[in-house]
């Protein structure tokens, strides 16, 4: 029998690897991180539990490895003729991405509630802040921001202001991407210049549009976004 070659190796454990955060992001957006089992993750997953703790140690590490795919597999930026479009578009995809990608909700689900508190929370809204923060930079340095705009304080502002939507959509059961679009449209007339304030697209299906162009298709499938993977393979039979 012949040993498998490294490439196939790798590829298998980015492969295992999505598969057993996908199925963690299931669970812990259906049950939460208390109530969230590792036998259901790994029956879900359909790997075994020796390939789950091969890529992750804990229930917390797999946890934790949820909550930062929120901004690490977030999908890079397309560059648009004004970073204050850059800077609508980042929130705009995620919202669509919400709605389409069950690693972002479940890693959403795992930033907002108090169940385990050992889970660093924080990093996700300071990531979001620093990307934010400099595509606000960069818009300034282009003459985009009103002269008395400090480019932190949109970061911050929308940053907050979204999460506080996404959990008010939850609740009452609204459209998460109408509402984020109606933030931003109100917002940004406020942050940049009027002659760049005419041309920025806040309207609700920017984020795909962004993703899919004019034409996207509104059931996509959004959670193509490879997940990076640490581990260079697996042991035989982990997975």
Known sequence: MRAERPQAMQDRAVRTRRAILEAAAVVFEDRGYGAARLTEIVKLANVTKGALYFHFDSKEDLAQAVIDAQVSV???????????????????????RLRHD???RG???????????ELDRAAPYRRWIDLH????????????????VDPSGPARLVVGA????????????????REVAALYANVMPSVVVPAVADRLDT????????????????RCDCSSVPVPAPAPAEPAGAG
């Open 162 to 177: 979204f999460a506080g939507l996404n959990v008010m959509a939850q609740t009452l059961g609204l459209e998460l991407d």
């Open 133 to 148: 923060t400099a595509l606000m930079r960069e818009a300034k340095e282009r003459g985009e921001l009103l002269p008395d």
């Open 107 to 117: 890693s959403a689900r795992l930033t907002l509630e108090q169940n385990g508190r």
């Open 203 to 218: 309207t609700p299906g920017r984020g795909a549009r962004v993703l899919h162009g004019p034409n996207e298709d509104r």
């Open 102 to 104: 069950v690693l972002m």
């Open 74 to 96: 977030h999908a890079p930026v397309t560059a648009q003729e004004f970073k204050a479009q850059e800077f609508i578009d980042v929130g705009m995809v995620f919202s669509h």
